[in-house]
T-cell receptor
Framework: DAGVTQSPTHLIKTRGQQVTLRCSPKSGHDTVSWYQQALGQGPQFIFQYYEEEERQRGNFPDRFSGHQFPNYSSELNVNALLLGDSALYLC?????????????FGQGTRLTVV | AQRVTQPEKLLSVFKGAPVELKCNYSYSGSPELFWYVQYSRQRLQLLLRHISRESIKGFTADLNKGETSFHLKKPFAQEEDSAMYYCALSPLHSGNTPLVFGKGTRLSVIA
């Protein structure tokens, strides 16, 4: 089991562009959550997907959107990139309905906006 | 609002010395508290959670509801403990409710 995998590992984009990040959950997991980790900060929740729908959302603007596919993999899209969007983006997967489920994290995608 | 505070950005200790990484939280309901660790070039991983009452790699943490704290302790630090440590919170038995993280403390164990 490769665990949670994210691609790409690094990405450089220009202000105003759009970006798509990808995540494959751990085998057997059906829920994917995305976090943004700015330099020197802890991870901050963006949103969570289950059954191909956004179930919960943190305090992020609509420029941040996502998608979940039937195989449970997920994408994070960010439009109209700002310099402040530069961060490590983490994907975490878990199993819904399991009372004390553990969230497993991917290695992250380092996004740099120039 | 839920909030997790880790007052120390960096903690340096000598090998064999005791370690205590502080974590305070703010939450109106019943929380579940976690410690996550990130070793160099590795992914964020769960170290321990208060409901398990386990000791992982010699680390323990006790939830103190009166002081709203969940400090991480180890009696004798090892060099391999050097890492970034994050305290996190979610509502108790909430299943998939997202985690609220502190800003993290970097532990450096000096030989």
């Amino acid at each position: 089991d490769a665990g949670v995998t994210q691609s790409p590992t690094h990405l450089i984009k220009t202000r105003g562009q759009q970006v798509t990040l990808r995540c494959s959950p751990k085998s057997g997991h059906d829920t994917v959550s995305w976090y943004q980790q700015a330099l020197g900060q802890g991870p901050q929740f963006i949103f969570q997907y289950y059954e191909e729908e956004e179930r919960q959302r943190g305090n992020f603007p609509d420029r941040f959107s996502g998608h979940q596919f039937p195989n449970y993999s997920s994408e994070l899209n960010v439009n109209a990139l700002l310099l402040g969007d530069s961060a490590l983006y983490l994907c975490a997967s878990s199993l819904r309905g399991q009372r004390n489920t553990e969230a497993f994290f991917g290695q992250g995608t380092r996004l740099t906006v120039v | 609002a839920q909030r997790v505070t880790q007052p120390e950005k960096l903690l340096s200790v000598f090998k064999g010395a005791p370690v205590e990484l502080k974590c305070n939280y703010s939450y109106s309901g019943s929380p579940e508290l976690f410690w996550y660790v990130q070793y160099s070039r590795q992914r964020l991983q769960l170290l321990l959670r208060h409901i398990s009452r386990e000791s992982i790699k010699g680390f323990t943490a006790d939830l103190n509801k009166g002081e709203t704290s969940f400090h991480l302790k180890k009696p004798f630090a090892q060099e391999e403990d050097s890492a970034m440590y994050y305290c996190a919170l979610s509502p108790l038995h909430s299943g998939n409710t997202p985690l609220v993280f502190g800003k993290g403390t970097r532990l450096s164990v000096i030989a």
